[in-house]
């Protein structure tokens, strides 16, 4: 049970990330009709999967939390679940606004960017309590939600960049690449300060200390894992940066390095669906 609930947090994570990021990013990096239809069709599958994942997250835990897995189809565990947990009482939102979320885009509203980014964003912002985000009470549990938001926004927009940043590189615009690159990394550089801010912040309130011990036991583990999956991230993105000038030429050496960049985050967010399984290490 426990590997199929890391795998549907996995999955979820991913494709709201990618939602987010990548309309956060589409206006400044390529205005082109051809992007937006392509992006258009993406998202469209991003969203149902998104929806189906979620509810089969709410299943997972409702199986988990009574100990058999006939309970996730009971209606009456079920509605206990939804309406007097914590995690329910979210999961109604989060799963509400996903809904919402698939039908404007199957309506002529789906042009309106604004909508759009709301919807996305409020899907990633109530992901932020579940997990290790609901662990404390009061005004420090609420702050920590918060400092969790602030993280996903940074996360999600920079894979959703990158999944952007592919299209673009596989069926070019017509823009030049090296507009296109300095446009994305000149906001990139602000993202990866974020998360970085964000998730040293994160470590410290969850476990007490600037980074939990044994190192390479549990929680410690899959938190170095994932540090070193982002400082690879980060190796490729400073990499194509400072080769930004001769992009054109080496435009399919760029699509495998953004393409692996992008393949490095979602091993990062595996390595996050895993950690939120895990009770962190508090220092003693």
């Known amino acids: 049970?426990?590997?199929?609930?890391?795998?549907?947090?996995f999955l979820h994570f991913v494709v709201v990330l990618m939602l987010f990021g990548a309309w956060v990013f589409k206006p400044l990096l390529s205005n082109a009709d051809t992007l937006d239809?392509?992006?258009?069709?993406?998202?469209?599958?991003?969203?149902?999967?998104?929806?189906?994942?979620?509810?089969?997250?709410?299943?997972?835990?409702?199986?988990?939390?009574?100990?058999?897995?006939?309970?996730?189809?009971?209606?009456?565990?079920?509605?206990?679940?939804?309406h007097n947990t914590f995690f329910?009482?979210?999961?109604?939102?989060?799963?509400?606004?996903?809904?919402?979320?698939?039908?404007?885009?199957?309506?002529?509203?789906?042009?309106?960017?604004?909508?759009?980014?709301?919807?996305?964003?409020?899907?990633?912002?109530?992901l932020a309590p579940v997990g290790h985000g609901a662990m404390l009470d009061g005004l420090s549990g609420q702050l920590l939600i918060l400092n969790q938001i602030v993280h996903l926004t940074c996360v999600g927009a920079w894979l959703g960049g990158l999944m952007l940043l592919v299209m673009i590189l596989r069926q070019p615009t017509g823009h030049p690449l090296s507009t296109i690159l300095r446009r994305f990394s000149g906001v990139g550089y602000g993202l990866v300060a974020g998360l970085v801010i964000t998730g040293l912040i994160n470590v410290r309130v969850l476990t007490g200390a600037f980074w939990p011990t044994p190192?390479?036991?549990?929680?410690?583990?899959?938190?170095?894992?994932?540090?070193?999956?982002?400082?690879?991230?980060?190796?490729?993105?400073?990499?194509?940066?400072?080769?930004?000038?001769?992009?054109?030429?080496?435009?399919e050496a760029l699509k495998t390095s953004v393409m692996l960049e992008w393949l490095l985050g979602m091993g990062a967010v595996a390595a996050v669906s895993l950690l939120g399984t895990l009770p962190p290490m508090i220092a003693a």
């Open 1 to 9: 049970m426990t590997d199929a609930l890391v795998l549907c947090r």
């Open 37 to 82: 239809r392509r992006l258009m069709r993406v998202t469209r599958w991003l969203t149902a999967v998104a929806l189906v994942s979620g509810v089969t997250w709410l299943l997972l835990i409702t199986a988990s939390m009574a100990g058999a897995w006939d309970a996730a189809f009971d209606p009456s565990t079920l509605g206990l679940v939804l």
């Open 88 to 126: 329910g009482q979210v999961w109604s939102w989060h799963l509400l606004l996903n809904v919402v979320l698939m039908g404007l885009l199957l309506t002529p509203l789906r042009a309106n960017v604004s909508l759009r980014l709301i919807l996305s964003g409020l899907l990633l912002a109530t």
């Open 215 to 251: 190192l390479l036991s549990g929680f410690a583990l899959i938190l170095l894992i994932k540090v070193l999956l982002v400082a690879v991230m980060l190796g490729l993105a400073l990499f194509n940066r400072l080769r930004i000038k001769d992009c054109e030429r080496r435009a």
